[in-house]
């Protein structure tokens, strides 16, 4: 079966790809009903890690650790760059990136240990730095927020960045963390038009509950920035000034932005996502992308595929900072507190 023809609604991939990394390949019949147009519901399936705590080399990112109780998302977002490590679990990174979730019961523990080592040096952990942790079935297995617990035991530092409005369940553990100045979250918000997300970003929180989850977040202490990411040429690039301006008026600090990338399979996910949705708009959309990118879309070089470079990149640029500065926007995060850590609970070494 091709299904490639048949339009996937609900998910940000239109089909699944071949996974380069192993001869073992999962074929779509596998989730789809005999029809062909109903997809079989999402399956997760337990993985045994032995860390969770990874180091971050990467100059894009502001912290040095991060850690993911989950990989694969069923948010869905076309244009993940996450998606090109579904391949390693020996799945693909078109629909099985959204369908088959891989979960991590064991990361509390694994993280409980890793910073109770003599070796530990504190620095900020940034949950998620891949997937995102407050995806669907975290309110389920409430997998981060036994995360959140450990950190606040141990007084830790950790940044939260998501794109869904679950994180307000663990207002109450943040409030503790906030206080002692060891957290900040990021708000990911793509666009306010609520057809273009549905289509892009289809298992999100609509762009009102994460504006209301800012909120909530700062009447509750909580430092929060807003994160327009990623902006896509001729798609959401017109709507900075708006976010921006949503954000100041719902308590953010600050915004952020980052500029499309597609590296790796993400680039087929998203040509093929943009064929289904926004069949006219493709070639200008893959167009501007490119040329944003030194005229490659598959851009990996440090800074320039976060930020592209060239007028376009500039435009972008200069426009974040006016909003910045028209809203008053500009606040820093408040420095976390590394000095507090306590790698015992208790007077003893922690079991988890």
Not at 17 to 34: A, C, G, P, Q, V
Not at 113 to 142: A, F, H, R
Not at 320 to 330: E, G, I, P, T, Y
Request: hydrophobic share 35%; net charge positive.
């Amino acid at each position: 079966m091709n299904t490639k023809s048949l339009p996937q609604k609900g998910r940000g991939a239109q089909s699944n790809l071949t996974n380069r990394y192993s001869k073992l390949n999962y074929d779509d019949k596998e989730f789809l009903e005999e029809e062909g147009a109903k997809i079989i519901q999402t399956k997760y399936i337990e993985v045994f890690p032995k860390t969770i705590v990874n180091p971050v080399k990467s100059a894009d990112i502001p912290m040095d650790y991060s850690m993911n109780p989950y990989e694969g998302c069923e948010h869905g977002c076309s244009y993940c760059y996450a998606r090109n490590t579904h391949p390693y679990w020996g799945y693909n990174a078109g629909l099985d990136f959204e369908r088959v979730i891989l979960v991590k019961k064991n990361a509390p523990e694994l993280l409980r240990k890793t910073i109770s080592k003599k070796t530990w040096k504190v620095s900020p952990i940034m949950l998620s730095g891949n997937t995102d942790c407050y995806q669907p079935i975290e309110k389920k297995l409430e997998i981060s927020r036994q995360l959140l617990q450990i950190l606040l035991e141990h007084k830790h530092p950790v940044g939260i960045i998501t794109k869904n409005s679950l994180i307000q369940r663990d207002i109450d553990i943040l409030q503790e963390l906030a206080a002692l100045n060891l957290v900040s979250a990021v708000i990911s918000i793509t666009t306010l038009n609520e057809e273009l997300r549905r289509k892009m970003e289809p298992r999100t929180s609509t762009a009102q509950k994460r504006l209301e989850t800012v909120e909530a977040l700062t009447k509750a202490g909580i430092p929060v920035m807003v994160n327009i990411a990623p902006i896509i040429p001729g798609l959401n690039d017109t709507e900075i000034f708006n976010i921006a301006k949503a954000a100041a008026e719902h308590g953010a600090l600050n915004i952020n932005y980052t500029i499309l990338r597609l590296p790796g399979e993400v680039e087929q996910v998203f040509t093929n996502w943009l064929e289904e949705a926004f069949p006219l708009r493709k070639d200008k959309v893959l167009h501007q992308v490119a040329s944003i990118h030194g005229g490659s879309i598959q851009d990996q070089k440090t800074g320039r595929r976060m930020r592209g470079e060239g007028a376009f990149a500039e435009s972008i640029r200069q426009q974040v900072q006016l909003a910045r500065n028209k809203f008053s926007l500009n606040n820093k995060f408040p420095k976390m507190n590394c000095d507090i850590f306590d790698p015992k609970v208790n007077g003893q070494m922690s079991l988890f």
